[in-house]
């Protein structure tokens, strides 16, 4: 079965700083993996996915993330945070035994950004 | 405008009832998605269909039922099997094996 794991419920940082939300996964074969954002009482917003080619991708806002396959990980970066980037961040897996329709979803962790 | 969109934005179930959530999608994607999300435990798979006349249960199905006659639309009914329906539902749909496009959600309490 496939599964993602976001350990952190919730990470701060200073507007201005870096940012780093951490993901790690587990599935069969190839992962495709995505990163979603979501503010309150609205669905979610697709921000980047990996899918093959360079570890690094970069996506909307200013984010990315790099997939690391011996780690299993695909963390969501930014260089310098923005109070507007407080929000709930989901990564998400495609792939595994479900086949590549079924999508696997993190707990989520919320970013606060402090002024 | 393309997009995804779900109906009602809220919605008041009392105990023993069914209720049905609407979904419709007009970007042409074949597949289509259910999510519950409750807080703290992110979403959870409902139910998914990659085509038209067919549909797989996702990991808390029970409770749960779909039908899936037109591409553009997959709705959800809740049925009063499922004991503790009060959550936000949340419907996706996406090109294979691409990204996923969300609606509004729907937000349903149990009286």
């Known amino acids: 079965a496939q599964s993602v794991a976001q350990p952190e419920d919730q990470v701060n940082v200073a507007e201005g700083n870096p940012l780093t939300v951490k993901c790690t996964y587990s599935?069969?074969?190839?992962?495709?993996l995505f990163w979603y954002v979501q503010y309150p009482n609205r669905g979610l917003q697709f921000l980047l996915k990996y899918i093959t080619g360079d570890n690094l991708v970069k996506g909307s806002y200013g984010f990315e993330a790099e997939f690391n396959k011996s780690q299993t990980s695909f963390h969501l970066k930014k260089p310098s945070a923005l109070v507007s980037d407080s929000a709930l961040y989901f990564c998400a897996v495609r792939g595994g035994d479900g086949g590549y329709q079924k999508v696997t979803f993190g707990t989520g962790t919320k970013l606060q950004v402090i002024p | 405008d393309g997009g995804i969109t779900q109906s009602p934005k809220y919605l008041f179930r009392k105990e023993g009832q069914n209720v049905t959530l609407s979904c419709e999608q007009n970007l042409n994607h074949d597949a289509m998605y259910w999510y519950r999300q409750d807080p703290g435990q992110g979403l959870r798979l409902i139910y998914y269909?990659?085509?038209?006349?067919?549909?797989q249960k996702g990991d808390i199905a029970e409770g749960y039922s779909v039908s899936r006659e037109k591409k553009e639309s997959f709705p959800l009914t809740v049925t009063s099997a499922q004991k503790n329906p009060t959550a936000f539902y949340l419907c996706?749909?996406?090109?294979?094996?691409?990204?996923?496009?969300f609606g509004p959600g729907t937000r349903l309490t149990v009286l």
């Open positions: 599935v069969s074969g190839n992962p495709y």
């Open positions: 269909s990659q085509i038209v006349n067919d549909f």
């Open positions: 996706a749909s996406s090109p294979p094996p691409g990204e996923q496009f």
